[in-house]
């Protein structure tokens, strides 16, 4: 059992390729929010997806049947999907 002092939360080290912390960075500075506030939220998005597209993002089907995947994915998600195209964000990473 917790005691009443004791955190609900856990802290995780992550390690980033130099691209991935810039662009972590930039995302960071135009949502005006902390890295670990991102990450949190990611992960906890992560983990609240089908383990079909856990699996895609992890990396875990054979590349030959990748776009297979991906294109029975989305074709899925766009019947099931009733008012019309998510929102999507794209963070450019643009070498300097």
């Not at 856990?10 to 912390?21: D, I, M, P, Y």
């Not at 297979?68 to 019309?84: I, Q």
Request: hydrophobic share 40%; glycine share 4%; charged share 30%.
């Amino acid at each position: 059992m917790m005691d009443k002092h004791e955190h609900s939360r856990v802290t995780v080290r992550l390690e980033l390729s130099r691209e991935a912390k810039n662009a972590t960075d930039k995302l960071c500075e135009i949502h005006g929010m902390k890295q670990v506030a991102l990450g949190s939220r990611l992960v906890e998005w992560f983990c609240n997806q089908p383990d079909a597209l856990q699996s895609i993002v992890l990396g875990v089907f054979p590349k030959e049947i990748e776009a297979e995947v991906a294109l029975f994915l989305l074709s899925k998600r766009k019947t099931n999907t009733t008012s019309g195209s998510p929102r999507r964000i794209k963070v450019a990473n643009k070498k300097q």
